[in-house]
């Protein structure tokens, strides 16, 4: 199957997304503000705005929930070496996980946010817990709802997909991304702490919540569900992987075929529990909802986080889409709006 051709971005157009972006900058909806505009050989632009000498393209932010794909390709390495298949049961891998009525949920649950799990086991909330209380407080979880029957979006589905990766590889999954992901990816600057030579370069994120520990605490419990921080640079090296095949700069990544599995539509319509909003998901990407009447392609897929941040991988446009901000709590508005006026720059 012949490549689809690299298509041509107007620059009046396109200038039209950074307009905005400044301008939401300018008038304080957003703190800061980054845009990475790509193909699958080379970034076409990136410019930040905010305080002068606060921000720049290098700037290390906190990608919060971006991590959760990042996860996913891991566990989609491990289908690709006949280690785990998505259709099993979760206790086939972690046995303590099978109690509280969990038994059926499966790693595809994990990956789609319908296994119906709750993410309320931090009992006490005053308490900060340790990295293996935290751990021992997802495998005990229990169900809102039975798995597969509704949608809802889940932190702890990431917590057991990074257990499941440190028993199938003998590696704790933050060395298994760093050798696995990040290495043949090209992402230099990403992890679940940035180094003290690079802590100029970390953004700070407004308005976090409060939480025992603060953001310190956040960060020594390595969240794979969304404790990466990242650059803008990593990212677009992320998104060019997919846009090649699954090969990023320095190796490979996936093959097509899990890369086509991961990014095809498995959760299509699914309602979510409570409010009953259609979900449309791959696995570990978000995907189009039609009702939105968004400009990015059906066979497109993305993900947010909740500091404001947003990837956005296109194959039938040859795009990767970063937008990175640093506040907790932003509706997504002035995302959408830029990541839309991208869109329409395409030619």
Not at 92 to 105: A, C, D, I, M, S
Request: with cysteine; charged share 20%.
């Amino acid at each position: 199957m012949p490549e689809p051709s690299t298509p041509h971005l107007s620059p009046r157009r396109l200038q039209v997304a950074y307009n905005l972006l400044r301008e939401a900058v300018s008038r304080g909806e957003l703190p800061t503000g980054l845009l990475a505009v790509a193909n699958r050989e080379e970034t076409l632009r990136c410019e930040t705005y905010g305080p002068e000498g606060v921000v720049g393209t290098d700037r290390i932010y906190w990608i919060a929930s971006i991590t959760k794909p990042i996860v996913g390709i891991a566990v989609m390495q491990l289908v690709e070496e006949g280690k785990l298949l998505v259709e099993d049961p979760v206790v086939r891998y972690l046995p303590e996980f099978g109690v509280n009525g969990k038994e059926g949920v499966t790693v595809w649950h994990l990956l789609t946010h319908t296994s119906g799990m709750a993410d309320d086991y931090w009992h006490d909330p005053t308490v900060q817990p340790s990295v293996q209380a935290d751990l021992e407080g997802a495998l005990q979880t229990h169900l809102r709802f039975p798995p597969g029957s509704h949608f809802e979006y889940c932190n702890v589905s990431y917590r057991i997909l990074g257990e499941i990766l440190h028993r199938l590889s003998g590696m704790s999954y933050q060395q298994y991304l760093w050798e696995r992901v990040f290495g043949p990816a090209g992402m230099v600057d990403t992890s679940f702490q940035p180094e003290p030579e690079k802590s100029p370069r970390v953004m700070p994120v407004q308005d976090f919540p409060d939480a025992p520990g603060g953001m310190d605490g956040f960060i020594a419990l390595a969240m794979p569900s969304g404790g990466l921080f990242s650059t803008a640079a990593d990212l677009v090296a992320f998104g060019q992987s997919f846009l090649n095949g699954g090969t990023g700069q320095r190796g490979r990544l996936l093959g097509p075929a899990a890369l086509r599995v991961m990014t095809a539509l498995h959760v299509q319509g699914v309602r979510r529990y409570g409010d009953g909003g259609p979900e449309y998901w791959g696995l570990s990407w978000e995907k189009v909802v039609p009702q939105e009447g968004r400009l990015v392609s059906l066979t497109g897929y993305g993900h947010g986080g909740m500091s404001g941040t947003y990837l956005w991988i296109d194959p039938e446009y040859d795009l990767v889409i970063v937008f990175l901000t640093n506040r907790v709590g932003l509706d997504g508005r002035a995302r959408k709006g830029i990541v839309n006026a991208v869109m329409a720059a395409v030619e």
